[in-house]
């Protein structure tokens, strides 16, 4: 595969899913601590969360670390907008900003029905 | 490694009230990153945390670092 088109497609989840969480591992089986953190703080707020696990291909964290600008993983995205890391989300999540966050980019009622889903970025969609 | 990204972060943020790294591990490539500086007054956390990054690009593309952990605080 093109790294143009890992870098299409890692942007495609970025702007169509509505909470984006680029990890280590996926949320069943998360392979790295900070990735944990981050999910947890995004589990707390009631936030759907779409998951890439971004370890298969070591293309994906770099095409990913080009688009965002940001250096490690995890990655939260929400509404398309880089939200940050592990130690942002959780503060956001400590302070409650996470969740007013997520009722302006998807509305009040975005814990309704609120599910996680894994997908990949190797595969088309 | 933890007095050599202090050196960096103090010459990146002179003008901090604190800058502290921890290694969280003692494997020395775990590294807690506190720091606290007006430059962060009336910034988002991804902003701040973003000049924290840039700051340690260059250790941290070395591959020395396998995780940080970044605290900041504005003064105000």
Redesign the interface.
């Known amino acids: 595969m093109t790294d143009e088109l890992l870098s299409d497609r890692i942007k495609s989840v970025i702007e169509t899913e509505p909470v984006a969480l680029f990890m280590k591992g996926t949320p069943q089986f998360v392979m790295c601590g900070?990735s944990e953190r981050a999910l947890q703080a995004l589990r707390s707020a009631g936030a759907p969360v779409t998951a890439v696990d971004i370890l298969p291909d070591p293309g994906i964290r770099q095409a990913l670390s080009e688009l965002s600008?940001?250096?490690?993983i995890p990655q939260v995205f929400i509404g398309g907008e880089?939200?940050?890391?592990?130690?942002?989300v959780q503060?956001?999540a400590a302070t409650g900003e996470l969740a007013e966050k997520l009722e302006g980019s998807l509305g009040d009622d975005y814990r309704e029905d609120a599910q996680e889903r894994v997908v990949s970025v190797l595969v088309p969609a | 490694m933890t007095g050599e990204l202090e050196a960096i972060l103090r010459e990146a943020f002179p003008e901090a009230s604190e800058v502290h790294v921890t290694d969280r591990t003692g494997g020395g490539d775990h590294f807690l990153i506190e720091v606290t500086s007006p430059r962060f007054d009336g910034l988002s956390?991804?902003e701040q945390?973003?000049l924290v990054?840039d700051a340690l690009?260059a250790p941290?593309a070395s591959g020395r670092i396998h995780?940080?952990?970044?605290?900041t605080k504005g003064t105000a």
């Open positions: 900070n600008g940001w250096p490690t880089l939200v940050g890391g592990a130690d942002i503060e956001l | 956390l991804l945390h973003r990054n690009a941290f995780e940080m952990r970044i605290k």
